[in-house]
């Protein structure tokens, strides 16, 4: 069979992206290291002033109602947190790619940008109940750029999407990643891993992109990570926050009870948890 996608055009496509600004990448990969200090965070952000007018701009927003304006970023930054920061950082760099509607996923616009941020904060909920150590901000951080490879795949793959469908329903395959696989040769978690490859993402955001769909393969150091975001995904399509089509069929990977400690009724806590903060966080940065 012919695919129906150009697999070729979707890596030169991946080669000609545009590199993230330097603070993003510096603050990703700051954010993955383990004992970073707030004073990090500030001393990147602080040389950039469209972000610095951006996060006191959130922070003293009505959501948080706070009495008195934040002047300082740094007790912006401590009040907020890495994780609205990063949500910030990544919002304002690649604002029109998260927020693009995605043809091939029958997804609305800013679909995805909800769903990545859902299983961000349903990644790290997940990490706090991992049975090995799994650092929450990397959890996050992980949730929030897992589908990454949509925002690429998605215009390739819309010639495809009806029949991938079919075949769903037919039951000629058991996931939508297999259909990408079949009609594309190539599916969303590959092409994002690519993509983060290709922006310098650290190894463990790679590891978890490129894994989120299949964490019981991911290299022995990376798997907890990846298994946390797998779980964060399947939640936020439970949620309802989903993008659309490839909600359909979602294979959880049973092995995770290996690596959490929870029983169903926790992950229901765990998902409701996510939805309050997913909330209050949607809200201050006014994703529409
Ligand atoms: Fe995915
Ligand atoms: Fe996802």
Redesign the pocket.
């Known amino acids: 069979m012919t695919p129906k996608v150009d697999s070729q055009a979707v890596r030169q496509a991946i080669e000609v992206l545009p590199l993230l600004s330097p603070s993003v990448t510096q603050l990703l990969q700051t954010l993955a290291r383990d004992g970073y200090e707030i004073d990090d965070v500030v001393q990147i952000i602080k040389y950039d002033a469209a972000l610095t007018a951006r996060v006191l701009r959130t922070v003293n927003s009505p959501v948080f109602g706070l009495l008195n304006p934040v002047t300082s970023l740094e007790r912006a930054i401590s009040y907020l947190g890495e994780r609205v920061i990063i949500s910030i950082v990544l919002a304002d760099q690649c604002g029109d790619m998260f927020t693009r509607p995605l043809p091939g996923y029958d997804a609305q616009q800013s679909a995805l940008w909800r769903h990545d941020l859902f299983c961000a904060f349903a990644s790290r909920e997940m990490a706090g109940h991992a049975r090995l150590a799994c650092e929450p901000g990397l959890a996050f951080t992980a949730g929030l750029l897992?589908?990454i490879?949509?925002f690429v795949f998605s215009p390739f793959w819309a010639a495809a999407s009806g029949e991938a469908l079919e075949r769903i329903e037919q039951g000629q395959v058991t996931d939508y990643?297999q259909a990408e696989q079949l009609l594309a040769g190539l599916d969303?978690?590959e092409v994002?891993f690519a993509m983060a490859r290709h922006w310098q993402f650290p190894e463990a955001l790679q590891a978890a992109i490129r894994y989120?769909?299949a964490p019981g393969l991911a290299p022995e150091q990376f798997r907890m990570l990846s298994y946390a975001v797998h779980l964060g995904?399947m939640l936020a399509m439970m949620a309802g926050a989903d993008t659309g089509s490839?909600g359909m069929q979602y294979q959880l990977d049973g092995d995770y009870a290996q690596y959490f400690d929870v029983s169903s009724q926790d992950l229901a806590v765990i998902m409701l948890d996510a939805e309050e903060h997913f909330k209050k966080a949607e809200a201050s940065l006014a994703v529409e």
């Open positions: 897992h589908d490879g949509k990643l969303h978690a994002g989120h769909h995904d490839d």
